[in-house]
């Protein structure tokens, strides 16, 4: 096939992975803003190789101009998570939501591949807006821990450097390997709360600093140099209390002194 017809199959799949990495990104920045717990820790995306879809439809017997309806993961995106318990809450928004419809799922976590591959997989339907109108693909999402996500990436390597030949002594470190991960995700799951808890009220500091920056930088617009100075001085102090309550409450007294300039001004320019 000429190189510029592979560009014109796969471009339309390119955008599909751009659209929804950004609305999955989109979805870890809701839940950070919000202070919330993201069961989304990462997303990757990728179009699959010319050389990997001439591979595959060799050893799938595929005929190129099936390429589109039978190779489901032209288009591929992983999200990554911290905890077993987080791929579940995925799977169930990706089902609820209305720009994805659901093609097929196949669950590799409670059922391992005999390789010791564990992952979630929803192949689902996805329209883009093309030149030529909308276009329905096909894109593949695989839902796996970090843990996960390490053993597969460490074993595709290896499927590489061995041509899928992979000898029997490492298949069998590998199944090893995928033993000790089942076993470290659950002892993770074990200390989910406990870690979650330090990560919200770690994000929900980092809202509260943003929102007292935001604010002192505001106020050297309207408030004196002096009046600053000992504003942020305070905010030095309080930060250094380390105390999430006293930071909550500065920042209020903030929202208040620029709530009076406000109103400062705007009695101004009812005056003007
Ligand atoms: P790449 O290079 O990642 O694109 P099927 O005949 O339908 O059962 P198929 O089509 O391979 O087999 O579907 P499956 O098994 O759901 O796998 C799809 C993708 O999952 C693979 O794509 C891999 O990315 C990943 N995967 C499946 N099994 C393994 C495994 O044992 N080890 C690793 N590391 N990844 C796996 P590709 O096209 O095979 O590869």
Redesign the pocket.
């Known amino acids: 096939m000429e190189i510029q017809l592979w560009r014109e199959i796969l471009n339309p799949y390119e955008l599909a992975v751009k659209e929804i990495m950004t609305k999955f990104n989109h979805l870890i920045k809701e839940h950070r803003d919000r202070g919330l717990y993201s069961p989304i820790e990462q997303v990757e995306g990728r179009v699959?190789t010319i050389s990997?879809i001439l591979e595959?439809c060799q050893k799938?017997k595929i005929a190129m101009e099936d390429i589109e309806e039978k190779i489901?993961?032209l288009a591929?995106v992983r999200i990554i998570c911290q905890f077993v318990e987080d791929i579940d809450r995925v799977v169930e928004l990706i089902r609820n939501r209305k720009d994805m419809e659901i093609r097929q799922e196949?669950d590799?976590i409670r059922q391992m591949?005999s390789?010791?591959?564990r992952?979630y997989?929803m192949i689902i339907y996805y329209t883009v807006d093309t030149l030529d109108g909308p276009k329905k693909l096909q894109v593949?999402i695989?839902i796996r821990t970090m843990a996960m996500n390490f053993w597969?990436?460490v074993?595709?390597s290896l499927?590489y450097k061995y041509k899928r030949n992979i000898p029997d002594h490492i298949k069998e470190r590998l199944l090893n390997a995928a033993d000790a991960i089942i076993v470290l995700d659950n002892e993770m799951s074990s200390v989910r709360s406990e870690i979650m808890d330090a990560q919200i009220s770690f994000q929900i500091q980092a809202n509260i600093v943003a929102d007292i920056l935001n604010n002192i930088q505001n106020l050297y617009k309207v408030a004196n140099k002096r009046e600053i100075l000992k504003i942020q001085d305070e905010f030095y102090r309080v930060y250094a209390m380390n105390d999430i309550d006293q930071l909550e409450r500065f920042d209020k007294q903030l929202d208040m002194i620029a709530e009076g300039y406000r109103a400062q001004t705007l009695a101004m320019d009812m005056e003007d």
């Open positions: 699959k990997s595959k799938k489901y993961d591929g196949r590799y591949k390789s010791g591959y992952s997989h593949e695989q597969a990436t074993e595709h499927q």
